[in-house]
């Protein structure tokens, strides 16, 4: 019982994981950014300014909008250990 409770478990959590990167991924279509155009210290500069935020439109999204970009700009980053781009 204990282990199809955990199996379950493991399913929930990577089902909403999934669901968050493919919410991110349509984000980042719509605001037509690539997160490997950047390294991660540049797009945690972009977040940490108001100014950097409104020239790619971040400024218009919700909170928990800019916090699953923000996630998936800085773990798909160029200089991530997972980087959009193929051979990096």
């Known amino acids: ?3 199809i409770l955990y ?3 493991i399913f929930i959590i990577s089902t909403s994981i999934n669901a968050n990167e493919t919410m ?3 984000i980042v279509e719509e ?3 690539s997160a490997a155009s950047k390294a991660i210290m540049q797009w945690e500069r972009v977040f940490s300014s108001a100014k950097k935020m409104k020239r790619y ?3 218009k999204l919700n909170s928990k909008q ?3 970009l923000k996630d998936y700009l800085i773990n798909h980053a160029i200089d991530s250990d997972q980087p959009t781009v ?3």
């Open 31 to 33: 605001l037509n950014l």
């Open 66 to 68: 800019q916090q699953l």
């Open 86 to 88: 193929a051979g990096i």
């Open 1 to 3: 019982m204990k282990k």
């Open 24 to 26: 991110a991924k349509m």
């Open 7 to 9: 199996l379950f478990f």
């Open 57 to 59: 439109k971040i400024d």
